[in-house]
């Protein structure tokens, strides 16, 4: 590891620490030429996960667009920041628990909109809306008579 102040290799670590979720090291180094010392964070290199688009094309998972999505579908809903970011921490680990490197974006819809079904129907159903391209009210009053009868057949 060169050092940021004088660029020498020569350096020695004088502490280490795991991060709270373990996935991290944090280092402080000194370097051995010029004693200043540095700070550097090993992490895993992980392979990203793509998403297979409708039209065929791929990009790179995104937790942002997924988050984006999720606070519009929950606006205004007693559903906090906490919750999203735990919904999408469980959603990424599914993914790459798949142990597949490409997956389509269906499937991904499909979980989330499983997962909002039994966090809130109204988010469940924006995101529906948006997911699935609802082109009129037809469409939107047809989710809503699947989700009170599936709501029936539960209770």
Partial sequence: MKCPFCSEVDNK???????????????????????????????IEEIPIM????????EEFSREKVRSGLQ?????????????EEFIDELERDLKET???EIPSHSIG????????????VAYVRFASVYREFKDVNDFVAELKNLLSNDKEGN
């Fill in 13 to 43: 670590v004088i502490d280490s620490r795991l991060s709270k979720d373990g996935t991290v090291i944090r280092r402080r180094r000194e370097c051995l030429i010029c004693s200043r010392r540095f700070t550097t964070y090993e992490h």
């Fill in 51 to 58: 998403i297979i688009k409708k039209d065929g094309r791929r």
């Fill in 72 to 84: 519009r579908a929950c606006e205004k809903r007693e559903i906090s920041m906490n919750v999203i």
């Fill in 99 to 101: 142990g597949e490197k």
């Fill in 110 to 121: 499909e979980k989330i909109m499983i997962k909002l079904h039994a966090l809130d129907d």
